[in-house]
């Protein structure tokens, strides 16, 4: 009930196009969905995060979708460019009670120039 | 910069060693947690500490232990170290707890030989 599943495991996409990455999770008491980016030899940097009170949270050329329904989030990378080739980590986290922040085991994102 | 800091950024021992890593959270910040990410795998929580104060424990092994000092930093002990534990070692840092935005540091790569 803890997981968050991430899917694909990798991902490569022609500049310019739409890089989708999909996550599930089974804990209803999450209440707080982030995305992060991790570059190699970096460490994984908040990207964009949402609420399960909205269904769709834009910022610049990044959207996550949200069904809270169907308990799934996905990241949606606009105009995908070869500076977006990193490491793509979903996150589900309960911001009540005893501490929960679990992350997804991440999407390897390549664009191709 | 997350203004989070780690030392030292790589280390390289033999097994059955120990050794201590260190992580100075964000100006502010309450909220320290551990995480390790081996290679090609997700961030594995570890372990978090408030004010001090040992609030949750994840996938920790018993050969490992942390601690929080009165300044807030934070450090990391790991003993009887295997091949195994080779690997990369994050530390994240936020305002409080329960809160939702965590802030990471660079990392400490370890190496066990």
């Known amino acids: 009930q803890q997981q968050v599943k991430q899917s694909p495991q990798s991902l490569i996409v022609q500049k310019g196009g739409i890089s989708i990455i999909n996550c599930a999770y089974e804990n209803t008491a999450f209440d707080y969905f982030p995305w992060y980016q991790q570059f190699p030899g970096k460490g994984p940097a908040l990207l964009i995060a949402i609420r399960p009170d909205v269904s769709e949270k834009k910022e610049g050329r990044f959207t996550i979708s949200f069904n809270k329904s169907a308990k799934q989030f996905s990241l949606h990378i606009m105009d995908s460019q070869p500076g977006d080739s990193a490491t793509y980590f979903c996150a589900a986290s309960s911001t009540s009670g005893t501490y929960k922040y679990i992350f997804g085991t991440g999407t390897r994102l390549k664009v191709l120039a | ?113």
Not at chain 2, 2 to 18: D, E, F, M, N, Y
Not at chain 2, 53 to 64: D, T, Y
């Open chain 2, 1 to 113: 910069d997350s203004g989070v800091t780690q030392t030292p950024k790589h280390l390289i021992t033999a097994t059955g060693q120990r050794v201590t890593l260190r992580c100075s959270p964000r100006s502010g910040d309450l909220s320290v947690y551990w995480y390790q990410q081996s290679l090609d795998q997700g961030l594995q929580f570890l372990i978090q500490y408030y004010n001090g104060e040992e609030r949750a424990k994840g996938n920790i092994l018993e050969r490992f232990s942390a601690q929080q000092f009165p300044d807030l930093h934070s450090e990391l002990n790991l003993s009887s170290l295997e091949l195994g534990d080779s690997a990369l070692y994050f530390c994240a840092s936020s305002v409080a707890e329960p809160q939702e935005t965590q802030y990471f540091g660079p990392g400490t790569r370890l190496l066990v030989l």
